[in-house]
Structures are given as structure tokens and as C-alpha cells.
């Protein structure tokens, strides 16, 4: 099939890979406009760019997909199937009624469950032991459209966001292939969603990284997982920014302490014990602002946390 392909994160880029050396053509690349990235503010193409770039494909950034112009230029690659991967835009009826055999898309959940913005990281923050990946035909609606076919995996106790979305892009990727394939030969039967069993997973900020020490340790255990790599799951120490990473919590999570939630009640060579609303919470990495990532030994050499420290002030 041509196909035209919309896609501007790093989750996009296996998917765009198996594609080109798939028997599916790609017409071009449509991804964002360069945005300025850093400290030095300097205008970086996303990986979908660059890839195309180095494919020497036809590449297209529209500001607004659904203006008029963007329209016209879409129409004019004549595709018939759009393929859609973390693109960033919500596409109007008028760009899903370009190809005659319809949009695709790659989600990355078991829908109806978590449609939205983020859904591996509600998934690992709601303490879900499996999660997958979703072919679907798009329609106007926020991830409502037919489902094509579905990858699941399980959610493992190491598992952070950012493991969680390296394995889910491969698997989305090998799936996308299965799909173009299944469709091309008619051996796909969309099925409706049961809308009635939709969750979702609205897009998160910064400020959402934020740790309430009063929740239970199995909760922040998985607030810290849901948050790694970005924005990072942080607290206060001294006034500084203080992010923590590789969470884990003893047996006796249920025991309740009496420190104050954010003590640290306990300082080993690997881990930092921390009390929360109940149990404590393990940590083994720490990183200030503009710092690298480091384990507990090697941050505690040049910064001097205690038993009896509270965090959050």
C-alpha cells in the first residue's frame, strides 16, 4: 500500500522503520515543526525528521494539519492509508477522509482502556500489572475509532515509563506491520469498542512529578516508576530540587512508622529508607538540578543526608 506517515516522538520511530523496509510505500513524512530545544534555545529536528532526512523521503511539518493549505498538500501525495504514531495533532475529518482506505493508528494501551495523551504512564501510576499496544482506524473522536489488532505485555515491578515505552514502540511497530499487511489481504475485521469500559490517561506536566509523602509507599512506588525518565518524581531538600529514582518497598510495607512522612529513617550504601503516610519507601538513585544521576554511595560523598532528614521542606 502507499502510505503516508504522520509521526513526530522517539515512540514513532521503530514503527517508520519496519515500515520502510516493509513491501508498504511511503510517500513522505509529515511530523511538528522544529522546536527549540535546550538551553541555547536551538531549533533540533525530531528523530521522525531525521530519519527521513537520511531516507531522503518527502518531508512535511504544518503548523496547523487542518488548515486549508495543509490539505491541499496532503491530498496531493495521494496516499491510501494514512499511518498515524504519536504525531501530536488531532487530525479533523477532513484529513481522516483523505485516504480511501483509512487512518491508523498505534496506541499504546489495551484500549478502550487509558485513551489520552499519556497512557504508559497512568498505567504504571494506577499499579496496572499488564498493559499492550492498539492498532485502531482513527475517527473524530479521542482513540474511539474500530480497533484492528492488539500486543499485550506484562508490567513489570523494574518497570519504569521509560522501559515501558522502549518496549511498547517495538512491539507497536511489529503490530503497525501485521496491520498494513492484514488489511491489504482483507484478513482484518475492525471491531467497535465497548466505550462503556473506556478509561483515561490525560497528558501530565512538570508540576505533576511533585511527591506527596502522605500517600502509602506502594502508591509513591509507583508514582516514582510512572515519572522516570520525565518529568522525574521529585521533592525538596534545603530548598533544592531533589528528584528520586529506582524505588522499591520492603515486606513490611504495611507497618505504620512514627516519623513524620519524608524522614529519612534509615541511610545504607544502596538505599535510602524514607518514611511515607504508611511504610517506607527504598531509594537507590538521586539527581539535583543540572546533576547527573547517581546511586546513593556516590551522591552521599558529596552531600551530607541523615537519618532524621525530612524531605518536602
Known amino acids: 500500500m502507499k502510505v503516508l506517515f504522520l509521526g513526530t516522538s ?20 509529515v511530523t ?10 536551538k531549533f533540533v529536528p525530531c528523530a521522525i525528521k531525521s530519519l527521513a532526512l537520511a531516507r531522503n523521503l518527502p518531508i512535511f511539518q504544518p503548523e496547523k494539519i487542518r488548515d486549508p493549505v495543509s490539505l491541499e498538500v496532503l491530498q496531493s501525495f495521494r496516499p491510501e492509508l494514512i499511518v498515524v504514531v504519536a504525531y501530536g495533532q488531532i ?25 489520552g495523551a499519556a497512557p504508559i504512564t497512568w498505567a504504571i501510576l494506577n499499579g496496572e500489572t499488564r498493559t499492550g499496544v492498539t492498532t485502531m482506524f482513527l475517527d473524530v473522536g479521542m482513540d474511539t475509532g474500530p480497533i484492528l489488532l492488539t500486543a499485550e505485555t506484562s508490567i513489570e515491578g523494574e518497570d519504569t515509563a521509560g522501559t515501558l515505552h522502549d518496549r511498547l514502540s517495538l512491539m507497536g511497530a511489529d503490530l503497525l506491520r501485521q496491520t498494513l499487511d492484514g488489511l491489504e489481504k482483507g484478513r482484518i475485521n475492525p471491531r467497535s469498542q465497548d466505550h462503556s469500559q473506556a478509561t483515561y490517561a490525560p497528558k501530565t506536566d512538570k508540576e505533576a512529578g511533585r511527591i506527596n509523602w502522605d500517600h502509602p509507599a506502594h502508591e509513591l512506588f509507583n508514582f516514582l516508576r510512572a515519572f522516570d525518565p520525565w518529568p522525574g518524581a521529585f521533592t525538596f531538600w534545603r530548598g533544592l530540587m531533589l528528584k528520586l529514582f529506582r524505588p522499591d518497598f520492603p515486606m513490611e510495607r504495611g507497618k505504620d512508622v512514627r516519623e513524620a512522612p519524608g524522614t529519612i529513617t534509615r541511610v545504607g550504601a544502596e538505599a535510602l529508607h524514607i518514611a511515607t503516610g504508611r511504610g517506607d519507601l527504598l531509594v537507590r538513585e538521586l539527581q539535583l538540578a543540572n546533576r547527573p544521576r547517581m546511586g546513593v554511595a556516590e551522591f552521599l560523598r558529596g552531600h551530607p543526608l541523615q537519618a532524621g532528614v525530612r524531605l518536602g521542606e
Open 10 to 29: 522517539e515512540f514513532a520511530l521503530p514503527s517508520l522503520e519496519n515500515l520502510l523496509g516493509s513491501s508498504h510505500e511511503v510517500l513522505a513524512v
Open 32 to 41: 511538528q515543526p522544529d522546536r527549540p530545544k535546550g538551553r541555547g534555545q
Open 91 to 115: 487530525l479533523s475529518s477532513s484529513v481522516l477522509s483523505i485516504p480511501p482506505r483509512g487512518c491508523v493508528n498505534v496506541h499504546a494501551s489495551l484500549l478502550p482502556q487509558y485513551r
